[in-house]
């Protein structure tokens, strides 16, 4: 037979979405009181994303020191479970105040500033971080950099995610999948275990996936001050079916419970600056598109959150000029020091 006698896509109709989701315990429809509310949500959010929020810091071992841009740096490497250990990176230790830096979907490698290595849409904000007086944790995230294939070493196999250049198949989010865990949630337990090794009040900051980490991982947190997420928030839907979004922050079965605003707004009543580039949109070239058409009813939800909690004042939205999905250092540091 011809190729021709075969189904076309136009003879097919192709409008496909899932069924409108439940969101059983987003904040408008559950009906409770703001503390309950929360108790009740982030019980159910540890349950979904698979969080244990009691992890310990594992065995930290220092390799080495150096000064960069009049900024000391420290690599340090953690053990976090048989088989597997992390590294992250210690800036200006002794510093004004603690930052926890969270870099999105690239490495730590953009967040400092490596020779070599071309400034991209992190623009070195960890290390500007450091340089205005900050001490700063720069954790390099499960799936990323020298954390790509985390079973790089085990003969056969292979846990990868994310590398760029490379065709991925994001085995280890699908091997998470079929074990009962979620990326997320294993990520979430990593910064837990620094923050606990850190043993002091921080602030988080973090971009796109970093961003998605900020107002996620503090929710199980005492210790976190502040938030600033960038490049985030939009609802779930969005982020894949219209932004086309890699899958890291892929959570199954998480809108039967929650929408993105609801989880962002546990956190409160803690400062939160949410960030966008007003460049930030869908588009052909864009593959983050967090500034999508759901954010500015996401942020209403998450006002309206902050709001029953007292603190409305608290959580602020700013959408800087001229930008793409990229760190408004300045902005940033401008939030620290107020």
Known sequence: ????????????????????????????RAGLGFEEWRRVATRKLAEVVGVDAGVRAGAVTELRRTAAEGVEVVALVMAVADGLSVPAYLLNPGGERVVMALHGHGQVDECLRIRGVHEDYHHSFAIELAKAGHTVLLPELRGFGVLSDLAAQRDG??????????????TLLTDAFQHGRTLMGDTIEDLLRWEDWLGTECDVVGISWGGDLACTYPVFSRRVRSIFASGTLGSFEAVFAEAGNAPAPCVPG?????????????????RMLVHYGELDVPGPANGSAAYNSSVPEAFAQLQEIYGSAGARGEVTLHVSAGLGHEMDVELLLEFLSS
């Open 157 to 170: 196999a292979s846990l990868s995610y994310w590398r760029w250049g490379e065709h991925m198949v994001y």
């Open 1 to 28: 037979m011809d190729y021709d006698f075969l189904v076309k896509a136009e003879e097919l109709e192709l409008r496909y979405r899932a069924p409108r989701p439940a969101v059983r315990l987003g904040f408008g």
């Open 254 to 270: 998480i809108l039967e419970w929650f929408d993105r605003a609801d989880i962002a707004g546990l956190n409160a009543p803690r």
